[in-house]
């Protein structure tokens, strides 16, 4: 049996009420809907929230989930849209330095070398400070594109927006980090 097929009958499982099954679903998904939370809200507190209320939504509207559509692409839609609108209810977006890019099973693991691990936190930090640059909108696409490898089609889907308003918007965004990028790398001069 394949991952695929397991995912499938996860999924028929579940909508029949086996919360064992969801309870799979959300083990399978879990680290992904995280991590995609935190890079949209910058905050791992959030991104706990984010996720569990993605989850609940999902075990909520389950009965509506097209098989035809990806699991994945329609989990991490309840996931960025939930969190635009967490965005743009707080409109000031602000991070918390203390705050793990990693998922938090992932805080536990060990690491041989503690220079690298500064060094890979600094440039978390400053994809982090980059991101909040960003439109809610923008930062899901951009999130999506280069986090997740998902393709325009599979952006679209999830933002509910055309594939050429997705390639505009992951344009701007590149170009838009790429002057932020450069004004800190005047200011540091």
């Not at 035809?68 to 989990?75: A, E, H, T, Y």
Request: net charge negative; hydrophobic share 40%.
């Amino acid at each position: 049996m394949t991952n695929e097929t397991n995912e499938t009958e996860w999924i028929k499982l579940a909508q029949e009420g086996n919360q064992a099954a969801f309870g799979r679903l959300v083990g399978a998904y879990q680290t992904p809907v995280y991590n995609l939370a935190y890079r949209m809200l910058g905050n791992a507190g959030e991104a706990e929230d984010a996720a569990q209320e993605t989850f609940l939504r999902a075990y909520t509207h389950l009965h509506s989930y097209d098989p035809l559509r990806p699991f994945r692409s329609w989990l991490l839609s309840i996931a960025s849209h939930y969190c635009i609108d967490q965005l743009r209810r707080r409109r000031i977006t602000w991070l918390s330095f203390e705050d793990e890019i990693a998922a938090p099973e992932r805080l536990a693991s060990d690491s041989p070398n503690p220079e690298a691990m500064v060094a890979q936190r600094e440039r978390e930090e400053q994809v982090q400070q980059l991101l909040a640059v960003l439109s809610p909108t923008d930062r899901a696409a951009i999130t999506l594109r280069y986090w997740y490898d998902c393709s325009y089609e599979e952006i679209a889907e999830t933002l509910s927006l055309t594939v050429s308003a997705i390639k505009s918007r992951l344009h701007r965004a590149r170009h838009s980090l790429a002057r932020t990028m450069e004004g800190e790398t005047d200011n540091a001069l």
